[in-house]
Every structure is written in C-alpha cells, then in structure tokens.
C-alpha cells in the first residue's frame, strides 16, 4: 500500500501539522475554545484528510505515535499561546480508539501535562460514542482515571454511536458534541430537530454541556438558538486554521 509505506516517514520527515478550530459561547459568541484537527502534507501525495490516513495509522499501531505527538503538539501550542497573553480556553485533542485502549494512556497524558506546563482542566479529550460502546465498562473505568487527572472528557459525534441511556448516566462525561448530521438539516427536518433538541434536555439533566457543532447557516444557528447549547463550533464560526492564523483570530476578539 502506498499510503502506509508513505505514512511510515511521514513523522520523522514533519509532514504532520496541527490545524485549530475555534469554539464559541452560545450565549456571547467569544472564544471558548478550540479544537486540534490533525493534518498531513505528504510530498508524494498531497493532502490527504484524516478521515483517510487514521483507520490506516491505526490498523498499522502508527496512530499511537502519531496520538502522542498531536497531543504534546496541541499541548504545547496552548502553553505557546498563553505565554503570548492569549486567552485560548480549552484545547480539544480527538482520540483514537487505539490509543484509548493502549496501557499506559492514562500515565501518558499526565506526563504530557507535566513536560508543557499545561492545566489538566485545560484540556479536553474527545472520545466518540462508538469507541466507548465498544467497551463500555473498560470506558467507564478509564473515563474516571482520565477525569481524576482534571482533564475534561467529550463524547464526539454524540448520537450516531448507540449509547444507552443507562451507559450515559455511568460515563463521568463533562461535554457532548451533538454530531453534526443532525445539525446539517436542523432547521429543515422535525426529526433531526427532535433528536438534537433530546440530546440537549437529556444531557443538561445530567449537567453535562453540550456543544453543536458543522454549523454552517444562519438557519442553523437560529434553531440551536432555541436549544440550551453551551458552545458552538462549525464553518459558521470558523475554519480550521493554522496555529499562525489562530493567535490573529483569539486576538482580535479580546
Ligand atoms: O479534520 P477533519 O474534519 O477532516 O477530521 C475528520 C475526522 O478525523 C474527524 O472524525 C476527526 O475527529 C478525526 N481527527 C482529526 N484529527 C484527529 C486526531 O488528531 N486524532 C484522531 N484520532 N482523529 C482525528
Ligand atoms: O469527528 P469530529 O467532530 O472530530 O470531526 C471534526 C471535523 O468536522 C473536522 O474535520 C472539521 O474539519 C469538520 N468540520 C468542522 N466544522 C464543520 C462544518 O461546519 N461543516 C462540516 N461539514 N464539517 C466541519
Ligand atoms: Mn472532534
Ligand atoms: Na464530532
């Protein structure tokens, strides 16, 4: 396979980087936030998005690697961004299954935490509904190992992942990410509005935030203004951008 032979050298050659995008208050619309989007420039191929690459890294064992350095990298550009009187909020780091269930990863994030100077409360971790289905009980444990270090704890793309409502209730979550299929139609179909409208009461009866996130429209936004979201993230808002590009946006809205 081209991709992984490719894949191999792409951390040793830098063609890793770390794309940031920002969250807002639903209340006032300023930062809260941002999240880290792993991105890869390979010389031979172009870019190619993560959607491709990661089920590659992680069929490979790569994605433990690669997870470590997104972390250390985000934590760091936080720290960086601190130092520079910025006020980045959270810093949301997605995590593979892979990595979730590697021993050690608990002690990993504290010593990621540790070297960068980082505050665990700083830090979320976005975990999908579906990798935590896939072994609830194991998820539960390492969810209060994570949450015992401080670090903050999303379920991602909530909604597509089959969650039981008894396995809501046992996850020591702090956020949930509606996906964003359910946001794309919100404002057109009654049962995606339905269904995001639930997921909100539900998660604000177990006094977790929620945040919506892939909005794209004024649309969009005028119906989740009818909801009791914390945050928002989507193209709406903002791209992905590069950590440069970040430090002009959280500046110029301070
Ligand atoms: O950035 P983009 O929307 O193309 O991301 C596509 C998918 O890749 C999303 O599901 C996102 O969560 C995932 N992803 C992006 N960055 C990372 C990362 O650093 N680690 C892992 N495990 N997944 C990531
Ligand atoms: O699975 P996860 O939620 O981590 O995926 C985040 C992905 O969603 C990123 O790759 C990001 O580029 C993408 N994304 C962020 N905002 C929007 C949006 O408004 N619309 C769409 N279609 N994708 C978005
Ligand atoms: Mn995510
Ligand atoms: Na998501």
Redesign the pocket.
């Known amino acids: 396979l081209v991709m992984e032979t490719a894949l191999r050298h792409a951390m040793e050659r830098n063609e890793f980087y770390?794309?940031y995008?920002i969250r807002v208050s639903a209340t006032d619309g300023t930062p809260t936030g941002t999240e880290?989007?792993?991105?890869w420039r390979s010389p031979e191929l172009g870019d190619i998005?993560?959607?491709e690459f990661?089920p590659v890294a992680?069929h490979s064992g790569q994605?433990i690697e690669?997870?470590r350095w997104?972390l250390q990298q985000a934590c760091r550009q936080h720290s960086i961004w601190r130092a520079q009187g910025l006020q980045p909020g959270l810093m949301a780091?997605?995590?593979?299954v892979v990595?979730f269930r590697q021993a050690g990863f608990v002690e990993q994030v504290a010593a990621i935490l540790a070297e960068t100077g980082m505050k665990a409360h700083d830090l979320e971790l976005?975990l999908?509904e579906s990798m935590l289905m896939a072994n609830p009980e194991n998820a539960v444990m390492m969810m209060h190992a994570l949450r015992a270090l401080g670090v903050g704890l999303a379920i991602?793309?909530f909604g597509t992942g089959y969650s039981s409502l008894s396995y809501l209730k046992r996850f020591p979550a702090s956020r949930i990410k509606i996906d964003q299929s359910f946001v794309r139609d919100i404002d057109i179909n009654q049962e995606d509005a339905a269904i995001a409208a639930a997921i909100v009461a539900l998660a604000r009866s177990l006094n977790i935030e929620v945040t919506a996130e892939g909005i794209e429209t004024d649309e969009q936004l005028a119906h989740l203004n009818r909801l009791d979201c914390a945050d928002y993230q989507g193209y709406y808002f903002a791209q992905?951008l590069t950590a440069e590009d970040i430090r002009f946006a959280l500046d110029a809205t301070l």
């Open positions: 770390l794309a995008q880290a989007l792993l991105r998005t993560p959607a990661i992680e994605i690669i997870g997104v780091v997605n995590i593979s990595q976005e999908t991602d793309d992905p």
